[in-house]
């Protein structure tokens, strides 16, 4: 219902979010967040409500978008609506990836894969390590994957794991791929590269800060992590910070580049964007939830939340 009052001698309507002048002239409108929430329930599934938990990760290939929740559980759709619940009781999936068929590692060097992401698809693995795993790329027709204590394994097709010697004790929390250049980023500013996924080299990021997430676009990756730490490379080799109007004491968790311009999220409903990399702005998500992880695909951004007291969804582009 429209509410009026005078203000200053002119009478206004505020209603659906527009001012609206005497005579009907718009004066203004509020801003509207850039981002539309999306609930991840099983449809066909009258006990939905039951699906209480973080999204931990996102990821779109083969026509579908695929997230996993926290309690062993993915969801997939072909767009915004239609979820449907593609597996239940599978080990804690912390990241996923589309290289040639969905890939998710996780808790306890846990891993699956499926070729198209749908219901009954999803076969377990081994990776041949205990550790907890944090991120996965696939990159010239091999699948990269990071984790707890320096790991770095290698697959050709998700199934048999080899290990390569990073040289680094730290976590390791991402990965990506650009350039014929794999970048994988960690704890305490670790940045490592690597051309055949077999010798790494450190490179200095110019920060203390544990880096969290990687992208490769526009000619350059970005790197994100503590303190809205924001790094960038045309190489991978050297790196420079950028300012993203962040501050201490939060974090940016992933970074992903599509449709020409990279999105990073991050804790208390953080979203900024940039073109280039270099100049950043914040977005309105609609949120203070902790966002956990972003992609692209299907001409649009998705964003996994860490809902407090709600239950899971996911952040769509408008």
């Known amino acids: 219902m429209a509410v009026c009052r005078v203000v200053s001698g002119l009478l ?26 999306w609930y991840v329930m099983d449809v066909s599934d009258p006990l939905r409500p039951r699906y209480a938990g973080p999204i931990m990760t996102v ?6 978008f695929v997230v996993a929740d926290g309690f062993g559980r993915i969801f997939t759709a072909p767009e915004r609506e239609g979820w449907r619940m593609a597996l239940e009781g599978g080990p804690g999936i912390r990241d996923l990836t589309w ?5 998710g590692v996780g808790r306890g060097g846990s891993v699956l894969t499926s070729q198209d992401g749908t219901v009954g698809t ?17 990159a010239n027709g091999q699948f990269v994957a990071v984790g707890e204590n320096g790991t770095i394994l290698v697959s050709p097709d998700g199934m048999a794991w080899g290990t390569r010697n990073s040289g680094r004790s730290e976590a390791l929390r991402g990965v990506a791929y650009g350039n014929g250049q794999l970048v ?24 203390t800060e544990d880096l969290y997430g990687v ?3 526009a000619g350059q990756f970005v790197a994100v992590g503590g303190g809205y730490t924001i790094l960038t490379s045309p190489d991978g080799v050297v790196w420079t910070k950028r300012a993203s109007g962040g501050g201490a004491g939060l974090t940016f968790t992933s970074v992903a ?30 949120t203070l939830d902790f966002l956990t992880d972003v992609a692209y695909g299907g001409g ?19």
């Open 99 to 103: 290289g040639d068929r969905f890939l």
């Open 184 to 207: 994988v980023v960690g704890g305490s500013g670790t940045i490592l590269t690597s051309q055949d996924a077999a010798t790494w080299t450190a490179r200095n990021s110019g920060t």
């Open 300 to 318: 649009r951004f998705i964003v996994g939340a860490w809902p407090f007291g709600d239950l899971p969804y996911v952040l769509f582009s408008r």
């Open 257 to 286: 580049y599509g449709g020409g311009r990279f999105v990073a999220v991050g804790n208390v409903g953080a979203i900024s964007s940039s073109q280039d990399g270099v100049v950043w702005r914040r977005e309105r998500s609609g």
């Open 12 to 37: 206004a309507i505020l209603s659906a979010g527009v001012l609206v002048g005497c005579g009907g002239s718009v004066i203004g409108a509020r801003e509207e967040p850039a981002w539309g929430k």
């Open 59 to 64: 990821a779109y290939g083969n026509g579908r």
């Open 215 to 217: 992208a490769y676009g």
């Open 122 to 138: 999803w076969t377990p693995g081994s990776t041949g390590t205990n550790v907890d795993l944090w991120g996965v790329a696939y």
